[in-house]
């Protein structure tokens, strides 16, 4: 007989009648063993001051004693789109390097990402500045740790605090130069996008920048093109598979038919629902860099970058990147950042 959810739940119902008949088993052991080893975490929304909006981040703020194959298993189970780990060292250490960040999505260790290091910063922040407030009553905005730096692969990356105008506590992180990269053509990438070619910018080459992560910045001309791509991944995946490292399109435009918005921008990777990105701040910072190199935005003025409206998670990114003769640098990236749940893990 073909199981249905009608089937399986007349199944449930006749197994718990069952099970109420007979003696009660219990499958699990009355005490845990007191030799697990436990991890709290805190999960925080990033680049939003609004809860259940943003991209969540797990942040494991004291993870020594875990193993790679720990913490790579613990971002599978957290099913994120990023995990951070941080180990935390002796204080000169952490004063001349920064304090160790590990991130990891649900199938590897990344050497950068934008929301994990800006929702690690601001949870070492908070925890810095409230070590004996309640979850409930949250970290005193006043007692302030104006800057966190965090030891990552592509190196040492500052996070800057301030009390924005609005009273909210906003974090901005100092990225690393933009490298510029490869080129690409518009019509191929049009076929790999599921675009018209008259639906891409033609005012500066699609090109890769990294950041530490690199993204290829497609500038679309209307907001219903982003609204409407429909990207062919796998094709997009043997495009980019002689790229040294993993590469994807980020998309973005300047309808956003909102006058405080600057860019509308979307992440989309892969199929399925971690598919689309909600906050990319590697990404915006890339897109930044690449506009302001073509002229497209003023040098070191300030971008605001809507992302993941499509998705239901709008995430509100600020940017801005000075150009100094032929070179783009002093690349900040940041937002606010909003905690939602605290927990632990027992290995």
């Known amino acids: 007989m073909k199981t249905t ?6 199944s449930g119902t006749i197994a718990t009648a069952a099970a109420i008949a007979q003696p009660r088993l219990c499958p699990f052991p009355a005490h845990e063993s007191s030799a697990l080893r436990k991890y709290r975490f805190i999960q925080i929304d990033v680049f939003t001051s609004r809860r259940l909006e943003g991209n969540p981040l797990a942040v494991f703020p004291d993870a020594r004693g875990l193993s790679d194959d720990e913490m790579q298993a613990i971002a599978r189970e957290t099913s994120l789109q990023e995990t951070t780990f941080v180990f935390r060292r002796d204080p000169a250490i952490e004063k001349e390097k920064g304090i160790k960040v590990r991130i990891f999505t649900p199938e590897q260790e990344n050497p950068f990402g934008g929301h994990p290091t800006l929702g690690t910063a601001m949870v070492l922040r908070n925890l810095q500045a409230a070590p004996n407030k309640s979850a409930a009553n949250g970290p005193n905005l006043h007692d302030e740790k104006s800057e966190i730096s965090l030891d990552l692969k592509v190196g040492k990356i500052p996070v800057a605090f301030r009390t924005d105008d609005t009273g909210l506590f906003f974090g901005e992180m100092h990225q690393v130069d933009p490298v510029f990269g490869s080129t690409h053509d518009r019509a191929t990438v049009a076929a790999l996008a599921g675009l018209k070619l008259e639906d891409i910018h033609d005012g500066a080459p699609i090109q890769t920048v990294s950041t530490g992560l690199p993204f290829a910045i497609l500038l679309l001309k209307s907001l219903a093109a982003l609204q409407s791509l429909r990207p062919n991944f796998k094709r997009i995946e043997e495009y980019f598979s002689r790229e040294p490292a993993l590469t994807g399109f980020y998309y ?15 992440g989309l990777f892969g199929d399925g629902p971690g598919g689309e990105d909600a906050a990319t701040g590697s990404a915006a910072g890339c897109a930044t860099s690449w506009l302001v190199r073509y002229g497209l935005s003023p040098s070191a003025q300030p971008i605001h970058i809507l992302q993941g409206v499509e998705m239901k998670r709008p995430s509100h990114i600020f940017a801005h990147a000075t150009k100094r003769a032929d070179k783009v640098a002093d690349l900040r990236v940041g937002g606010h950042a909003i905690e939602v749940l605290r927990g632990e893990y027992s290995l």
């Open 5 to 10: 959810r009608r089937t399986f739940l007349q």
């Open 252 to 266: 973005i435009t300047a309808d956003t038919q909102d006058t405080k918005i600057s860019l509308r921008s979307r």
